[in-house]
């Protein structure tokens, strides 16, 4: 398995405003995933970050709005750009473990955009 | 789109078995069966994934029935804190691919 950590827990912002989540994990994997979880939702793929490679977005979602880094094999970023209200989500960091065959899942960055 | 379907939600009591239902009826040969669930405020954990044999762990059992169209997520004795969103998930089991979740099942334990 995979632990996973994720800073900060949760935040408070204005609008127009960007936020940067950061994701830990605790040994060296290729995949990485983050995840948008709107109130009352299920989980929605926002892009898959691979080192070494530019981010692969979902549709719907545009590197402008979310930026992704990934500098290393245990750690990335997601930046939540210029924040409205609808931004407001739990924002969740993802590795593929165990020979790519099962994900994990950190424990979620709760947003609040007022 | 997800490729599963299942109830909206479950009630179970307490000590019962609970029995979570999903349909994967456009299940492809290289694809698995995996189910995670999510308790409130918190990440989605990883339960158990099967092919087509039926599989068990320490935190549930995993039926696939013989054609694969379906399957079943066993707790065999729910207690409260197994109240939460239970996900059917179908993938290939290696080669990188992302997971894409469905509504899930929402599971409520009571006394």
């Known amino acids: 398995s995979a632990v996973i950590s994720q800073k900060p827990s949760r935040d408070i912002c204005q609008r127009g405003t960007s936020l940067t989540i950061q994701c830990q994990v605790d040994s060296q994997v290729t995949m990485m995933f983050w995840y948008r979880q709107q109130p009352g939702q299920s989980l929605t793929l926002i892009a898959t970050?691979?080192?070494?490679?530019?981010?692969?977005?979902e549709s719907g979602f545009v590197i402008d709005k979310f930026p992704i880094s990934r500098p290393n094999l245990t750690f990335s970023t997601l930046t939540v750009s210029n924040m409205s209200p609808e931004d407001s989500s739990i924002y969740l960091c993802?590795?593929?473990?165990?020979?790519?065959?099962?994900?994990?899942f950190g424990p979620g960055t709760r947003l609040l955009v007022l | 789109d997800a490729k599963t379907t299942q109830p909206p939600s479950m009630d179970c009591a307490e000590g019962r078995a609970a029995n979570l239902p999903c349909n994967h009826s456009t299940i492809s040969g290289n694809e698995y069966v995996y189910w995670y669930r999510q308790i409130h405020s918190q990440g989605p954990q990883y339960i158990i994934h099967?092919?087509?044999n039926n599989e068990t762990n320490e935190m549930a059992s995993l039926i696939i029935t013989e054609d694969r169209k379906s399957s079943t997520l066993i707790l065999p004795h729910a207690t409260l804190r197994d109240t939460a969103v239970y996900y059917c998930i179908v993938r290939p089991y290696t080669g990188g691919f992302k997971t894409i979740f469905g509504a899930g099942t929402r599971l409520f334990v009571k006394a």
């Open positions: 099967g092919l087509k």
């Open positions: 970050a691979n080192q070494g490679s530019e981010a692969t977005y």
């Open positions: 993802s590795v593929l473990a165990g020979n790519q065959e099962t994900q994990y």
